[in-house]
């Protein structure tokens, strides 16, 4: 994936650095933090608590707890300083120079040195970080002058690297534990020696994973919190249950189903904030696959977004959560997002004489089009949806056949050789930025056989590769915003992918947990803040 | 005894003859569908560049041909080295011993529960057949055998956790509850009410059915009739001479219901969340976590193999006549 | 030599007693009355289950035209469950023909030829018999991805073994009785003694065998739904409990209604079955 | 005879729950019993003279019930006492003992556990008690090396150790009365003399009443010193032995003596032509394979057999159970295949045919079987039985049911029989049926196993007169393999007496009867029930002990 990485929000060509903050801004606490207490929190199992080496979800989650990044952002994505005291890139935006904060040790009394930071660049995240290994493509060493000092050099300009510097993007890892082992298979991975506020304790496979405060941690009075006991409940009900009985405080990433949180959110206890998950802007779409004669005629895609009631999926299907999308890029991302598109209302009649003007005509028994859909297999909400679109779809002719398979089989399908697919519906995170969320499935140079979420409709327009890609080289934000607004009404007409809904990644808490989400990262955070009221 | 012995070896032998038949067939079986777990890993990695799924596949193994993938695999299990778990990030049998423990709580409970009550009610309902106390058990071992395993796990929950909330709705214990081991062990006891008895109905019905008409059928024979003329009061002709002759074919039936069982469990297990080998097993199906599954699929079936060794083991510690034949 | 009319005597009251017929009637009436429900779902709601019926959520008894209310989607849920009894006869009348028929042959085969033949096809069926087999069922259906006919051969596969151990027996038992081998004396071909003197005398057990297997397809498939594994273009009642789940507590009639109808037909299945094995099995006849 | 009885059964009347063959098991039965006396109760299927002994025990099925009558022991009436009082009758003042032992004794329990629950039950013992009194039992009744049978379970001991046991418990608190239901009826011919020589002599020493219900007029004659005999559930004539046997009053008793064949085989003839039908040469057959999947256990059921059947006789082969008679049945008509050794047809080698061959030349040799029920498939009408052979061979079926009419007609059936199934007949009947079966493919040789001993008495008469006749009327070579000497001696020209797998006498029956040769042939000869005649109660021979 030729992601071109050179902007970013920050630091575009030129340099950054920021003098050392006693820490992040304390405006934001509404009243003094308690000191001590368990907090309980809810989470998928993961499978492993080492983001160095692991993207996947559950870990974004936990790792940050234990590990602390180089930098944290703040709401704003301004960076703050964790591990680092000082970043600054250089004008070329080839050389990042990083100055380590004294004093910092693992868990195990082990001093932190930069030592650490290049092997952890250069034999971790450039190796088997999943976002690391095009983020940092192009490191081509990391010298250490001194035992606080780390310089990165890049082969080419590198300052959307400013971006990626939290803990669950690039991690530091004790090189003491990792160098000359199997880094995927280090035991390390489950048992991990850390640098967060959190030291890990012990983990109860299909249990609970259980951490307790870093004493040594470098910032006076943090964390508040003793422990934090991780619940690993996979069943939805079960956890809906528990946040009734008030056996756990929090979870985050959509945790239980959205008819609980809906009735969750009515207990005087309970809270579900939208909002604090900017970086995971997400949202839920069709992926239409134009390369088929059927599907490759616009107007047949627009017909099936007229014949969608997405109100309704909204209202009976995602409980009110999120609304009607417009396009690719999420209103949550607030810079980019324009309404001003062509916009698709329900209209069945509409969606009909779309499909007779693109030449289907309803055989015997008023079918007009046959299509399959492919759910995303993760959790029971695809599915519903899949079915709320195969009745609707009905009702304009087009016969759905749902076809529900295993994650492998689902990625072999729809993003293997062959796309063997007409639609799926799927949800993505635009994350911070559309040049990397948003633009893997719009540009042509995506098409990729095989790399699970690229461009799997086929979508191969030269006007758009062209906007998407000086989007992706424009140094002004004002024209960049302007080159996203043209990508997204280009999106909206053209249609290859049919969106659905934006959909918050909203976390359940109890309204004792509070400040628990400072950053655009939310429920990823360090929780070195968070603490339960009395 | 040297015939027993011989027998056991014999029984060793076919064990080890069925466990390696379903190895195969598993790993055939989990190997013809498109896609493999480096496809997974890369769809949860939220995408990657193309030659991270390559790599993850070279890493793994996955790159060589699958007749080779085999003899690697029987190699390994020979070692009783069930491979690693690149969703669980762990050696296979690592993952499946930090679950077996409370699958077997589960299961031996359920299965205690069973057959416990299953013969003592297809006890009673035998010697009454015909009368009241046999039509009130009889219809509550049918109640018991048409009720899906995971309607009834929800009506018990509905029941007892949400409208009466006397019981805890899933896990194996109160996390974080310190205090002394009986406590802890009370603990799991009450979280595990619920799951063990909803796993258990099916089983406690088939056991009472079963032992119902075994008991009728074992009071008509002449054996029995003998003991009535030796001048024995009723309760000791059932207790002495009908009970252990009946339970036989209830034995048998054991044997066979563990491995359907251990499939019950799977939905338990998600019901209840209880941190056992049966969620495990279905996320890994989807994971398309080959290793594990195999590995579980594996261990699933020497705990079979195992049960019915030791439940011919007391066949024939009960009844004499076997093991001169096998 | 035993007393003929002293046996009639002390054999009757000591053996099982036929269960009351009412009861086998009634289960009869039942499963034909769910039965018809399948049929003629068709006739009711041609448009079929998938269709917005009312407002998602209506309880039962309480909008005309809706007895037992809709779902999340708005779908009328007597003719999910309509469509859904379709689903699960199918799948269990299928699934239970296919393991029956596999298990003849295979049992046929082993108690016939007798031999390496037969120890060979037993260890084979004890490698089925032994595969935790709801599992196993999980991952065909998950392998092959879940459509009523995968659903249905994943059943068919794990169901067979009882059929094929009883046949065997059987054909063990019948070959060596006397009828059989007069049949060999009088130059009967074996194929035709096979099929025409043991099979048919094979087929009450069978057919006592298959009634439960019925009923316990039912309930697999069932569950496999609940899993989320079922055909996801079919109603099930075993789906409908699953995505009622959900909602347990707001719309308790949504997980509670297909759960109570998944309970009746096993239930009237396995009365059935009972009625049947009072009629037909030989041990109870003679 | 004592003047006042032991047991006193006085108008007893049982009833039959509805549906049965007919509304009163027995009616109006009285039968007395003094003590030191054994008083045989004989009869037919369905005579009722098992329900005397379960009135008598008071272990009738609920669904029968007294209807009249009293049953006094000692002058009590057993019938209005309570189950704990009742109980306290059953062990201590009556024992029982069964036709079957295996089924009788519990398979799950040893012996000397079964026996000491006597003792638990109704004294006070302590357990070392209760095991010398039972090991001091089992010594009683002659079981070799009682101490290793007390610790044995029930199928480690032989059929007439089991019996032997089962008497010990029956004995174990010196009843008073003894029931014996048939207990001989399922042992070898030499055991059974054994156990009767047991009973009697128990009887004897304890002064014993015995109450001993049979089928057998043999084992009457050998053993009673009354004779009760039952018809349909009333008592048609009583007395003791003598009388009843030497000097039958009713028709039915004469009937049912005259039916028992007779020890006494007609004059030999010698064969009219040297033409033999079959020849058996070194037929070996062994069964079971030692080592590692074997069970380890070898059966020399035929060791080099050879003998020949000449032309139009009928051959018996005679033996107890585990002679190798039936594996000799089944290798003749190639059932078995035997290891080595040949059957020759004429110059037909028979044991080298192959399985196509053999179903060509199937007509050849056919076989009666042993049991009427199983040797008919349920499932088909009886004209379709017995076209069958033919159809199977090619014959049109029309010509084939008309052959079937012939048939039926030639072993004494209507031909009203075809359209009916084999359940709706008896026994006799069904085998009928079976002898037209095997007939229809006009073989050369019959070959009958057991083909009479499911069979009561008059019936059985009636079918060995039927094989008689087809033997003269046919002109067929037939072998015919029983256990019962009584059933050589009326149907068999010739006699070969096997034992263990060998034959160790051959020869004419007449001569065989008159003069045996082997020790085994006499030991056969002398243990056959009422040998001596049916001329009353005689003093047992003296069977040795086995």
């Known amino acids: 994936m030729e992601i071109n990485r050179r902007l970013f929000t920050l630091g575009l060509g030129s340099a950054v650095a920021w003098p050392a903050l006693g820490g992040l801004t304390t405006a934001a606490y509404a009243q003094s933090p308690v000191m001590g207490g368990t907090l309980r929190i809810i989470l998928s199992e993961p499978v492993g608590l080492v983001s160095a080496v692991s993207s996947q979800g559950p870990i974004a989650q936990i790792s940050p707890k234990i590990f602390d990044g180089l930098v944290e952002y703040d709401l704003d994505m301004n960076p703050q300083p964790q591990m680092a005291t000082s970043v600054e890139m250089s004008d070329d935006a080839q050389t990042m120079t990083v100055v380590l904060r004294e004093g910092l040790t693992w868990h195990d009394g082990e001093p932190i040195t930069s030592a650490d930071v290049a092997f952890s660049a250069m034999e971790v995240w450039s190796q088997f970080h999943p976002r690391g290994r095009s983020t940092y493509a192009a490191l081509t060493e990391v010298e250490t002058p001194d035992e606080l000092t780390a310089i990165f050099k890049f082969s080419k300009p590198s300052a959307f690297v400013m971006n990626a510097l939290n803990a669950s993007e690039a991690q530091v890892v004790p090189k003491h534990i990792y160098e000359g082992t199997d880094i995927l298979t280090n035991p390390n991975n489950l048992a991990p020696v850390g640098s967060g506020p959190f030291k890990f304790v012990e983990w109860q496979q299909g249990e609970y994973i259980l951490l307790e405060k870093n004493e040594n941690y470098w910032k006076e009075d943090e964390p508040y919190l003793d422990q934090i006991v991780v619940l690993l409940i996979a069943d939805s009900a079960s956890r809906a249950i528990a946040f009734e009985a008030q056996e756990v405080e929090a979870a985050g990433a959509i945790p239980v189903s959205l008819a609980d949180a809906r009735r969750l959110e009515e207990l005087p206890f309970i809270e579900i904030p939208e909002s604090g998950y900017e970086a995971y802007g997400n949202n839920n779409f069709m992926e239409v696959n134009v390369r088929r004669e059927y599907l490759a005629d616009p107007k047949v895609r ?91 779809l009905a009702v304009v002719g087009i016969e759905v056949t749902i076809r529900s398979a295993d994650a492998a089989t689902y990625y072999q399908r729809v993003y293997g050789e062959g796309n063997d697919f007409d639609l799926t519906i799927t949800g993505a995170s635009a994350l911070t930025d559309p040049t990397i969320g948003v633009q893997r499935f719009f540009w042509s140079k995506n098409i990729i056989a095989g790399v699970p979420f690229s461009n799997a409709s086929g979508y191969a327009d030269p006007e758009m590769d062209e906007i998407l890609e000086s989007a992706a080289a424009e140094p002004d934000p004002a024209k960049r915003i302007e080159l996203f607004h043209k990508f997204q009404v280009k999106a909206a007409t053209d249609l290859p992918i049919l969106p659905i809904n934006d959909m918050p990644y909203f976390a359940v808490k109890n309204t004792r947990l509070q400040n628990s989400e400072v950053s655009p990262y939310g429920f990823g955070g360090s929780f070195s803040t968070a603490y339960l009221a009395e | 005894m040297p015939s027993y012995a011989s027998f056991l070896i014999r029984r060793l032998f076919q064990s080890f003859l069925i466990v390696v038949g379903i190895v195969i067939i598993n790993f055939v079986v989990l190997n013809i569908p498109p896609g493999d777990m480096a496809d997974v890993m ?201 009970t252990a002759n009946a339970m036989l074919p209830v034995l048998t039936m054991l044997g066979l219901q563990i491995g359907g069982m251990l499939g019950g469990s799977v939905v338990v297990e998600t019901i209840f969340s209880w941190p056992g080998l049966g969620r495990m097993t279905y996320d890994a199906i989807f994971a398309r976590d080959v290793n594990l599954l195999l590995g579980v699929l594996f261990m699933s079936s020497v705990c079979v193999v195992v049960t019915n060794l030791l439940v011919d083991l007391l066949y024939s510690w009960i009844d004499p006549r076997i093991g001169l034949n096998g | 030599m035993t007393d003929a009319a002293v046996t009639v005597a002390t054999e009757t009251p000591l053996r099982r007693r036929k269960r009351p017929r009412a009861v086998f009637i009634s289960g009869i009436a039942m499963l034909a009355l769910i039965a018809l429900a399948a049929l003629t779902a068709g006739l009711f709601w041609p448009a079929g289950p998938w269709v917005a019926a009312g407002e998602p959520y209506t309880p039962p008894m309480t909008a005309p035209g809706l007895p037992l209310g809709t779902d999340v989607l708005g779908r009328d849920v007597a003719a999910m469950l309509a469509y859904g009894a379709r689903v699960s006869m199918l799948i269990g009348i299928a699934s239970t023909l296919a393991a029956a028929i596999l298990g003849i042959v295979i049992g046929a085969t082993a108690g016939y030829a007798r031999g390496w033949v037969d120890d060979a096809l037993m260890r084979f069926t004890e490698v089925f018999q032994t595969i935790p087999s709801f599992m196993f069922v999980i991952v065909l259906v998950v392998i092959f991805t879940p459509t009523i006919a995968t659903i249905t051969l994943a059943i068919a596969v794990v169901s067979w073994p009882p059929v094929a151990r009883l046949v065997r027996a059987e054909f063990l038992s019948l070959s060596s009785r006397e009828f059989v081998q007069s ?39 069932a569950g496999l739904s609940f899993l989320g594994l079922g055909d996801p273009n079919t109603a099930s009642w075993g789906g409908m409990v699953a995505n009622g789940k959900a909602v347990i507590r707001s719309s308790p009639y949504l997980s509670i209604i297909p759960g109570f109808a998944i309970f009746v037909l096993v239930l009237c299945i396995n009365v059935v079955g009972e009625g049947l094995n009072d009629r037909l099995n030989p041990r109870m006849r003679n | ?155 480690e001991l032989s059929g007439g150790q089991r019996q032997r046991a089962m008497i010990a418990m029956a004995m ?184 196509p061959e053999l179903r060509q030349k199937a007509g050849l040799v056919q076989m009666v079987f042993q049991d009427p029920y199983a040797s008919l498939n349920p499932r088909r009408k009886v004209g379709d039985l017995i076209a069958q052979p033919m159809t199977v061979h090619g014959k049109p079926r029309a010509e084939a049911m008309e052959r079937v009419e012939e048939l039926l007609k030639l072993v004494g059936l209507d031909a009203k029989a075809m359209d009916r199934f084999p359940h709706e007949f008896s026994g006799g009947q069904r085998q009928r049926i079976g002898i037209a079966r095997a007939l229809a493919l006009d073989p050369k040789i019959l070959v009958a196993d057991e083909a009479v001993s499911a069979l009561d008495v008059s019936i059985q008469a009636q079918v060995l007169q039927l094989f008689r006749r087809l033997r003269d009327e046919l002109g067929l070579s037939m072998v015919f393999i029983t256990h019962d000497l009584r059933v050589t001696a009326q149907v068999c020209d010739e006699v070969a007496v096997m034992k263990e797998g060998e034959v160790v006498e051959y020869g004419p029956t007449a001569r065989i009867f008159a003069d045996p040769q082997h020790d085994y042939t006499r030991l056969l000869l002398s243990s056959a029930p009422g040998h001596l005649g049916l001329k009353g109660a005689t003093p047992l021979a003296d069977a040795p002990a086995v």
């Open chain 1, 302 to 392: 627009q017909a099936i977004l007229h014949a969608l009631d997405r109100e309704a999926m909204i209202k009976n299907v995602y409980f009110e959560f999120g609304k009607v999308a417009t396009g690719p890029v999420p209103s949550t991302i607030s810079t980019y997002y324009t309404a001003d598109v062509p916009t698709y209302e329900f209209d069945t009649e509409k969606a009909i004489s779309l499909l007779e003007e693109a030449g289907f005509t309803p055989d015997g028994s008023g079918v007009r089009l046959n299509l399959t859909l492919d759910p995303l297999p993760y959790g029971p909400i695809y599915p519903t949806v899949a079915a709320s679109i195969k009745q609707q």
């Open chain 4, 1 to 155: 005879m004592a003047n006042d009885p032991l047991l006193s059964i006085k108008r007893l009347s049982v009833q039959l729950p509805e549906g049965g063959d007919r509304t009163l098991a027995l009616r109006d039965v009285s039968i007395d019993v003094a003590r030191n006396e054994i008083v045989c109760v004989v009869g037919e299927s369905g005579s009722g003279k098992s329900m005397t002994a379960s009135t008598v025990m008071g272990l009738l099925p609920p669904s029968v019930r007294v209807a009249a009558g009293t049953v006094e022991l000692d002058g009590q009436n057993l019938l209005k006492l309570k189950p704990e009082q009742m109980r306290k009758v059953r062990g201590p003042r009556i024992g029982m003992i069964f036709q079957e032992p295996m089924t009788a004794l519990n398979p799950l329990q040893r012996i000397g556990t079964q026996i000491s629950e006597m003792f638990q039950l109704h004294s006070k013992m302590s357990r070392a008690a209760q095991k010398a009194k039972a090991i001091e039992l089992l010594q009683a009744v002659h079981i070799p090396d009682p101490a290793k049978a007390y610790t044995a379970y029930p199928h």
């Open chain 3, 183 to 221: 049949c060999r004396l009088i130059g009967m071909h074996p194929a035709r003694i096979v099929f025409a003197e043991i099979l048919p005398n094979c087929f009450s057990s069978v057919i006592v065998v298959s009634s439960v297997m019925v009923a316990t397809a039912v309930l697999v498939e």
């Open chain 4, 172 to 355: 174990a608190l010196d009843p008073d009365l003894l029931i014996a239901d048939e207990p001989t009826t399922a042992l070898d011919v030499t055991t059974q003399a054994q156990i009767l020589k047991l009973i009697r002599e128990l009887q004897q020493r304890n002064g014993t009443g015995v109450l001993f219900i049979t089928h057998d007029f043999g084992v009457v004659a050998d053993i009673a010193d009354r004779v009760v005999v039952l018809k349909h559930g009333n008592v048609v004539e009583q007395g003791t032995g003598a009388e009843v046997l030497g000097n039958p009053q009713h028709d039915y008793t004469r009937s049912l003596i005259d039916a028992v064949p007779r020890m006494e085989p007609p004059a030999y003839t010698p064969p009219p032509t040297d033409k033999k039908a079959l020849q058996v040469k070194d037929l070996v057959k062994t069964f079971g394979s030692a080592g590692l999947f074997g069970n380890g256990r070898v059966v020399h059921a035929l060791r080099s057999v050879s003998f020949d059947l000449p032309k139009g006789r009928t051959l018996g082969i005679v033996g107890e159970s585990g002679s190798g008679k039936s594996t000799m049945a089944r290798a003749l008509v190639r059932l078995t295949d035997p290891d080595s050794g040949k059957v020759l047809l004429d110059d037909l080698d028979f044991t080298a045919l192959s399985r």
């Open chain 2, 42 to 242: 890369a769809g949860t990695a939220g995408g990657g560049d193309p030659g991270y799924a390559d790599a993850l596949r070279e890493e793994f193994g996955l790159d060589e041909p699958i007749t080779i993938q085999f003899v690697n695999y029987m190699t390994s299990l020979l070692r009783l080295d069930l491979g690693y778990s690149f969703t669980r990030n762990m050696p296979v049998m690592q993952a499946i011993m930090d679950r077996l423990g409370a699958t077997l709580l589960l299961m031996s409970t359920a299965i205690l529960l069973a057959f416990v009550l299953g013969v003592l009610m297809g006890m009673i309902a035998g010697k009454n057949a015909g009368k009241p106390l046999d039509a009130v058990i009889s219809v509550l071992a049918l109640i018991g055998y048409a009720t899906p395993l995971f309607w009834l796990g929800l009506l018990l929950i509905l029941l007892f956790t949400i409208n009466l909330g006397w019981l805890p709705s899933g896990g194996m214990k109160t996390i974080g509850m310190r205090g002394p081991w009986w406590q802890q062990w009370l603990d799991i006891g009450e979280h595990l009410i619920l799951p063990a008895f909803t796993l258990a109905v099916f089983y406690l019905a088939i056991f009472a059915r079963l032992m119902r008409s075994s008991v009728i059928e074992v009071a008509g024979q002449d054996f029995v009739r003998t003991a009535r003329a030796k001048g024995m009061t009723e309760g000791r002709v059932y207790l002495r001479h009908v």
